[in-house]
């Protein structure tokens, strides 16, 4: 199935993808989420049989043009975008955030809105900055829950460091409707600071990567772990398996910011090394990747490679 863009608005430089239309400073909070192409609604109406008999699940459909998104339960209740964008409305109008990318995903089965907090980057290395977002993310196929939640995303190469679904601070909120959100802006400034000290400790993560220099042999055993390969003999792992492997190690060698010391040789290299590949390499378009790492395969695989170097490291 194809993971497509409909259509998307960027503030900055152009994102990793390579996709979608620029916005810039001028550009109102309601006129961007406008230029996303977010502005419609969702419904559901009732489903039947060949012969005629109602079942219990409901179609998902976009009001403005009818298109199916997906086959719900009888007690999903939508979460409008309109609705959903609120709550980032006082947090960008007050300046403290700027919409970075927002659009729709699968022909409006799923949305989001990526902003970034207008706090000072983290330092891992000298060269080396992890800037700090906040994703939402939002499904009308049914398949997805209303998510928000933090992400960092090196700057070096303006890759996604960490899933914001997939961190503990995602937990914090999950937005069920925005209006008890806008009644409590200072609950949200107060989640913003605690997000701040969570990117600080997910920082010093990193920090404590690039203090740890990794061999050959571990970088191996590092990759395998992280593909599921580890243990396997060499002759029952494909060659598609072991040509990724190849690549992952080039782009340890030669990637994105692999020649900044604090970088190369290090656990903060190799873990460098897969979310590039996740992000430049992995799947069939640019459409795809960007799903899949924030919500499909890639995600579980980033935060595996992120788990597996500090569990790696902790003993070398």
């Known amino acids: 199935m194809a993971h497509e863009v409909e259509k998307m608005v960027f503030a900055g430089e152009v994102p990793w993808h390579g996709l979608g239309t620029q916005i810039d400073s001028e550009t109102g909070f309601w006129e961007a989420f406008d230029n ?9 109406k009732p489903l039947f049989t060949g012969e005629g008999e109602r079942v219990s699940h409901r179609a998902a459909y976009r009001t403005s043009d009818g298109r199916i998104l997906g086959i719900v339960g009888k007690r999903w209740t939508p979460l409008q975008n309109r609705d959903a964008f609120e709550i980032f409305e006082p ?21 989001w809105a990526l902003c970034q907090l207008n706090q000072d980057n983290s330092e891992i290395v000298a060269g080396d900055e992890i800037a700090k977002f906040v994703l ?19 700057v070096v190469c303006a890759n996604t460091e960490s899933l914001a679904r997939g961190s503990k601070a995602s937990k914090l909120i999950r937005v069920r409707h925005s209006r008890f959100v806008k ?71 030669n990637g994105k910011g692999a020649d900044i010391q ?12 897969i979310t590039e590949y996740l992000n430049y390499s992995k799947g ?20 595996k490679a992120l788990d597996t170097a500090l569990e790696m490291s902790s003993s070398a």
């Open 91 to 111: 947090l960008v109008d007050a300046g403290e955030m700027t919409i970075h990318t927002a659009g729709s995903l699968r022909n409006g089965e799923r949305i």
């Open 183 to 253: 009644q409590n802006v200072q609950q949200l400034r107060d989640v913003m600071n605690f997000a701040n000290q969570e990117f600080e400790a997910t920082a010093e993560q990193y920090r404590y990567l690039a203090s740890k220099g990794i061999n050959s042999d571990d970088l191996d055993k590092f990759i395998k772990i992280v593909m599921g390969l580890d243990g396997k003999l060499e002759d029952d792992i494909s060659t598609r398996s072991k040509n990724i492997g190849i690549q992952i190690t080039q782009l340890f060698e």
């Open 284 to 303: 069939r378009t640019a459409n795809n990747r960007m799903d899949s790492i924030w919500f499909g395969q890639n995600a579980t695989m980033s935060q």
């Open 136 to 154: 939402l993310s939002n499904g009308h196929d049914g398949k997805l829950a209303v998510h928000f939640g933090f992400t960092p995303i090196r």
């Open 262 to 273: 604090g970088v190369s040789g290090t656990y903060w290299g190799a873990y460098n090394a």
């Open 36 to 44: 996303a192409g977010l502005n419609w609604e969702v419904d559901t």
